[in-house]
Nanobody, 129 residues
């Protein structure tokens, strides 16, 4: 069973930066694409950024465009989320997720959490004003 392990969260002042990492536990890890989601208290889980594993094509939520950058290191089975110019409204638990190349999981769009097979445990990001 593949495990996704996130790290890099923490407390930062508004305007600051954080870099999140998500490492897959298995060397045979394969993914079609990976996403970073976040969930604030009382809100639904939302896609923040998405990247295709093979081509590195990216997509961002409008709220983070120009501030966040998703990238991946295929050799290290790791995906990153560089977060700059952080705002208090970025405060949330951040999760990485992966969809397998061969899966019975129904595809409901890349923004739908239900489309992903594996999830990390989440890492808290808190931005103070």
């Amino acid at each position: 069973q593949v495990q996704l392990v996130e790290s890099g969260g923490g407390l930062v002042q508004a305007g600051g930066s954080l870099r999140l990492s998500c490492a897959a536990s298995e060397r045979t890890f394969k993914s079609v694409y990976m996403g970073w989601f976040r969930q604030a208290p009382g809100k639904e889980r939302e896609l923040v950024a998405h990247i295709t594993w093979s081509g590195g094509n990216t997509l961002y939520a409008d709220s983070v465009k120009g501030r966040f950058t998703i990238s991946r290191d295929v050799a290290e089975n790791t995906v990153y989320l560089q977060m700059n110019s952080l705002k208090p409204e970025d405060t949330a638990v951040y999760y990485c997720a992966s969809r397998r190349p061969i899966t019975t999981t129904q595809f409901m769009g890349i923004r739908a959490p239900q489309s992903y097979d594996y999830w990390g445990q989440g890492t808290q990001v808190t931005v103070s004003s």
